[in-house]
């Protein structure tokens, strides 16, 4: 801007002596300019030693004094900053939501958006079990080296026979090809370039789905298709939509399946439904890709949490599996995750890891280490194991009475809606069915916050909020 307006003013009062030139000869004749335009302006431009002026020499003035603000406008272009043009990018739902509820001065606001446990005083929560393993492993003085590319081996190890059981038939054969990421997200995209890498195009997700899955999947090169997952009009399972979207992919297809605690409905096949899954997956050899979040902490029994996708290895699928350790050991900001592949023999298992390893290495070399030893710390050891066992067991027992008590206060209040649906959710979430409209009068008329679809997580419904959260509930939706 000051370039321009230098242009502006030499435009007018640049004598008709100076030149076309070089840069050194040009500032030379800087005595001149300074006379008629004044110091600062000639310090400006000496500072500035690509601007000069362009062009033949002039047969007037005004010609003179237009080239020379050409120039200088051409120059002050050509020194705009690189990120000059980049456009504000969309603000993230969960982040911009939170980000409302801070700057939100309400004494009794609710934030109920965010997919991370609180305890009942609605404060974050710090597994007593982590919090034992983290500090012995303080004790034991280790080194921060590198981890290799894999990952930590006994945390790749431990992950693995949670998921899948110490008696998986795959695992004692060697046929499972394992490594540690960056939680469930980077497993997510090293996964999703593998496949596209090796030939897939699209990879079809449950509509709805986890809201991240979808540019994830797209960043990694694939073309993302839904199936049909839940009906909105009955706060159900759509399971006939399912089986046929199913039957209509084509084969050899990737399809991602949430192993438990569907994000965001929270509603689950039964083992019956999934059963039928699997034979629809088997007769269009599709490759299952399960993304497992919430072991554990969805119902609070680890083995019963992972029962479909044992129930899938078990009859044979090569799949696939991603796990996070965030939810079910509270270890947000640690990054802990797995991902694995079920091959058919040693050898393949071999082969595969090798290429999970050429995608991680130029992504992020190698994972942290601090999760993975805490994770490790407590499943390789059987107190420690039947601990966290039970302690997730009380999260998930929280979050299942705050179900009921939201339900029950619901309906105490004359609801004309069903809100069955909530209790019959499992998980961090609660589907509720509010409309976007519902939300946004929630958010203005309440203070309450989560996401424009309606997604509630239980873990920010408290003891102390639960029957404010439903008289807002009654008032939005029954129009009062």
């Given at each position: 801007?000051?370039?321009?307006?230098?242009?502006?003013?030499?435009?007018?009062?640049?004598p008709?002596?100076?030149?076309?030139?070089?840069?050194?000869s040009?500032?030379?004749?800087?005595?001149?300019?300074n006379?008629?335009?004044?110091?600062?302006v000639?310090?400006l431009?000496?500072?500035?030693?690509?601007?000069?002026?362009?062009?033949?020499?002039?047969t007037?003035?005004?010609?003179?004094?237009?080239?020379f603000?050409?120039?200088?406008?051409?120059?002050?272009?050509?020194h705009?900053?690189?990120?000059s043009?980049f456009?504000?990018a969309?603000?993230?739902?969960?982040?911009?939501?939170?980000?409302?509820?801070?700057?939100?001065?309400?004494?009794?606001?609710?934030?109920?958006?965010v997919?991370?446990?609180r305890?009942?005083?609605?404060?974050?929560?710090?597994?007593?079990v982590?919090?034992?393993?983290?500090?012995?492993?303080?004790?034991?003085?280790l080194?921060?080296?590198?981890?290799?590319?894999?990952?930590?081996?006994?945390f790749?190890?431990?992950?693995?026979?949670?998921?899948?059981?110490?008696?998986?038939?795959?695992?004692?054969?060697?046929?499972?090809?394992?490594?540690?990421?960056?939680?469930g997200?980077?497993?997510?995209?090293?996964?999703?370039?593998?496949?596209?890498?090796?030939?897939?195009?699209?990879?079809?997700?449950?509509?709805?789905?986890?809201g991240?899955?979808?540019?994830?999947?797209?960043n990694?090169?694939?073309?993302?298709?839904?199936?049909?997952?839940?009906?909105?009009?009955?706060?159900?399972?759509?399971?006939?939509?399912l089986?046929?979207?199913l039957?209509?992919i084509?084969?050899g297809?990737?399809?991602?399946l949430?192993?438990?605690a569907?994000?965001?409905t929270?509603?689950d096949?039964t083992?019956?439904?999934?059963?039928?899954?699997?034979?629809?997956?088997?007769?269009?050899?599709?490759?299952?890709?399960?993304?497992?979040?919430?072991?554990?902490?969805?119902?609070?029994?680890?083995?019963?949490?992972?029962?479909?996708?044992?129930?899938?290895?078990?009859?044979?699928h090569?799949?696939?599996?991603?796990?996070?350790?965030?939810?079910?050991?509270?270890?947000?900001g640690?990054?802990?995750?797995a991902?694995?592949?079920?091959?058919?023999?040693?050898?393949?298992?071999?082969?595969?890891l090798?290429?999970?390893?050429?995608?991680?290495?130029?992504?992020?070399?190698?994972?942290?280490?601090?999760?993975?030893?805490i994770?490790?710390k407590?499943?390789?050891?059987?107190?420690?194991?039947?601990?966290?066992?039970?302690?997730?067991?009380?999260?998930?027992?929280?979050?299942?009475?705050?179900?009921?008590?939201?339900?029950n206060?619901?309906?105490?209040?004359?609801?004309?809606?069903?809100?069955?649906h909530?209790?019959?959710?499992?998980?961090?979430?609660?589907?509720?069915g509010?409309s976007?409209d519902?939300?946004?009068?929630?958010?203005e008329?309440?203070?309450?916050?989560?996401?424009?679809?309606?997604?509630?997580?239980?873990?920010?419904?408290?003891?102390?909020?639960v029957?404010?959260?439903?008289?807002?509930?009654?008032?939005?939706?029954?129009?009062?």
């Amino acid at each position: 801007m000051i370039l321009r307006q230098a242009a502006q003013v030499l435009s007018r009062r640049l004598p008709t002596t100076v030149r076309r030139s070089s840069p050194p000869s040009f500032l030379a004749a800087s005595s001149s300019i300074n006379n008629n335009v004044g110091t600062p302006v000639v310090n400006l431009l000496q500072s500035k030693r690509d601007i000069w002026v362009w062009g033949s020499t002039p047969t007037s003035s005004s010609s003179n004094r237009r080239g020379f603000a050409d120039a200088v406008v051409e120059s002050e272009m050509a020194h705009e900053s690189h990120w000059s043009h980049f456009p504000m990018a969309p603000p993230d739902p969960i982040i911009g939501l939170t980000e409302a509820y801070l700057n939100d001065d309400f004494p009794d606001k609710v934030n109920v958006g965010v997919g991370a446990y609180r305890c009942d005083r609605g404060m974050p929560f710090v597994l007593p079990v982590v919090r034992e393993a983290e500090n012995e492993l303080v004790a034991e003085e280790l080194d921060h080296e590198y981890s290799g590319i894999a990952g930590c081996p006994n945390f790749v190890d431990v992950a693995l026979k949670f998921a899948y059981g110490d008696d998986c038939v795959p695992l004692k054969e060697n046929r499972v090809a394992g490594v540690q990421t960056l939680s469930g997200t980077g497993g997510l995209r090293v996964f999703g370039e593998v496949l596209h890498q090796f030939g897939h195009k699209h990879i079809y997700v449950p509509n709805p789905t986890w809201g991240n899955h979808i540019p994830i999947f797209t960043n990694a090169g694939l073309e993302v298709r839904k199936y049909r997952y839940y009906d909105n009009a009955t706060s159900n399972l759509d399971f006939s939509g399912l089986i046929d979207d199913l039957h209509a992919i084509p084969e050899g297809s990737c399809v991602l399946l949430h192993a438990c605690a569907h994000n965001p409905t929270g509603m689950d096949p039964t083992m019956e439904q999934w059963k039928q899954i699997s034979d629809i997956a088997k007769e269009r050899h599709l490759l299952p890709f399960f993304d497992c979040a919430y072991q554990g902490f969805a119902s609070g029994d680890a083995r019963k949490d992972a029962a479909a996708l044992r129930m899938f290895v078990e009859e044979g699928h090569n799949i696939a599996l991603v796990q996070s350790f965030s939810k079910n050991f509270g270890l947000y900001g640690q990054r802990v995750g797995a991902l694995s592949v079920v091959a058919d023999t040693p050898d393949e298992a071999k082969r595969v890891l090798s290429q999970l390893k050429v995608h991680i290495r130029p992504s992020y070399s190698n994972p942290p280490r601090h999760g993975a030893r805490i994770v490790s710390k407590i499943l390789s050891n059987e107190k420690k194991t039947d601990e966290f066992v039970e302690q997730c067991m009380g999260m998930a027992k929280r979050i299942d009475s705050m179900r009921i008590k939201l339900r029950n206060t619901l309906e105490e209040l004359g609801s004309s809606r069903s809100w069955e649906h909530i209790t019959k959710q499992i998980g961090m979430f609660a589907y509720s069915g509010m409309s976007k409209d519902e939300v946004i009068a929630l958010r203005e008329k309440h203070h309450i916050y989560c996401t424009l679809d309606g997604r509630i997580s239980m873990a920010g419904v408290t003891s102390k909020n639960v029957e404010y959260i439903a008289k807002a509930i009654h008032d939005v939706t029954e129009g009062k």
